[in-house]
C-alpha cells in the first residue's frame, strides 16, 4: 500500500497568504517518501536510498576516475582527489590516531567523510534536495560499523581485562567512587557515546533541512498581493541558509570522521 500522498507532499503548491488556507508548516510528513518501487508496509526502495545508492556511485566513480591511471604530474581531478585525501589523511587521522598506527585506517575515514558529505549535499542540490543523513537509520548503521571497529580493536589490544578497564576508567585512586565512577563510564561509553556519535550528525541535518522547508514555503506561501515583500525576505533567508547549510554539511562530516578517530585512538591508547 503506497504512503497517502498527502504526507508526501511539503506543502501545497496552490495555497497562498490570503487566499484562506493556513500556513502548511513543514513536519516529519516532509521527511517520508512513497516507495518507487515496492510496497511501503514491506520491502520498498524509495528515494533517500536512491540517493544513497546514487552519492555511493559518485563518490567510488570519482576516486576511481582519479587513481585508477595515477600520473607523476596530476591532472585536475586527480588532484582534487589527492588534495581530499591528503585533507582527511594529515588534518584528521594523523594528528588525532598518529602517523604510524593511523595510516591503516586512513581509508575507512576518506570513505566516511566523503560519503557522509556526500549524503549531506543532496540537501542543496536540485531535484534531489533532501540530505539521506536527516533520516536516522543512514547515521545509526555509520555509527554501529564505527563502534563495531571500536571495540573490537579495544579487546584485541588490551585483552579482555583490560578492554573493561578502558570501558569503565578504571583508577584505583578513585578509592570508594570507583564502582560508582566505573558504572558511569562503562554506559558512558557503551551506551550513550555511540548514540550521541549518530544523534549529532541527524539532528544537525534535520534542523537544517527543516529551516530550509521553513522558509522556501514560507517564500511561495506569502508570494501573493502586500504579501510579495514578507515573500523576498523568506526568500534572502533561503540564500544565507542555503551557503550556510554548505558549511554545516562540511563540518558535520569533518566531526562524524574527526570522532571517529577519536574512538580508535582511545582503543589503541595504552591504559594508565
Keep these: ?81 589527492e588534495a581530499g585525501y591528503d585533507f582527511v589523511r594529515e588534518g584528521i587521522v594523523y594528528q ?30 536540485p531535484v534531489a534536495q533532501f540530505p539521506v543523513t536527516s533520516i536516522i537509520a543512514y547515521p545509526m548503521v555509520l555509527a554501529a560499523i564505527v563502534y563495531i571497529l571500536w571495540v573490537s580493536l579495544t579487546f584485541k589490544r588490551h585483552g579482555f581485562v583490560g578492554a573493561l578497564k578502558n570501558f569503565t576508567g578504571y583508577d584505583k585512586s578513585l578509592g570508594p567512587v570507583l564502582p560508582l565512577a566505573m558504572t558511569i563510564e562503562f554506559f558512558s561509553n557503551l551506551l550513550v ?32 498581493g502586500i504579501g510579495i515583500a514578507y515573500s523576498a525576505v523568506s526568500f534572502l533567508m533561503v540564500i544565507v541558509m542555503t551557503a550556510f547549510e554548505l558549511f554545516i554539511q562540511a563540518v558535520q562530516a569533518y566531526v562524524f570522521v574527526l570522532l571517529t578517530c577519536t574512538f580508535i585512538q582511545g582503543a589503541l591508547a595504552e591504559h594508565h
Design 193 to 224: 557515546r555511540p548514540f550521541t556519535h549518530a544523534v549529532r550528525l541527524f539532528a544537525n541535518m534535520f534542523a537544517g533541512h527543516t529551516l530550509l522547508l521553513l522558509f522556501t514555503i514560507a517564500s511561495w506561501y506569502m508570494l501573493n
Design 1 to 81: 500500500m503506497s504512503a497517502d500522498p498527502t504526507q508526501v507532499l511539503a506543502f501545497e503548491t496552490d495555497c497562498h497568504l490570503f487566499d484562506g488556507c493556513g500556513f502548511p508548516a513543514p513536519g516529519l510528513h516532509s521527511f517520508l517518501f512513497e516507495p518507487l518501487w515496492g510496497d511501503a508496509e514491506g520491502v520498498y526502495f524509495n528515494k533517500p536510498m536512491l540517493l544513497a545508492l546514487l552519492g555511493s556511485i559518485i563518490v567510488v566513480g570519482f576516486f576511481w576516475a582519479a587513481f585508477s591511471k595515477p600520473k607523476l604530474v596530476p591532472g585536475k581531478l586527480q588532484m582534487v582527489a
Design 96 to 125: 588525532t590516531i598518529g602517523r604510524r598506527e593511523g595510516e591503516k585506517y586512513v581509508p575507512l575515514a576518506v570513505a566516511l567523510f566523503f560519503f557522509i558529505w556526500m549524503m549531506n549535499l543532496w540537501s542543496i542540490i
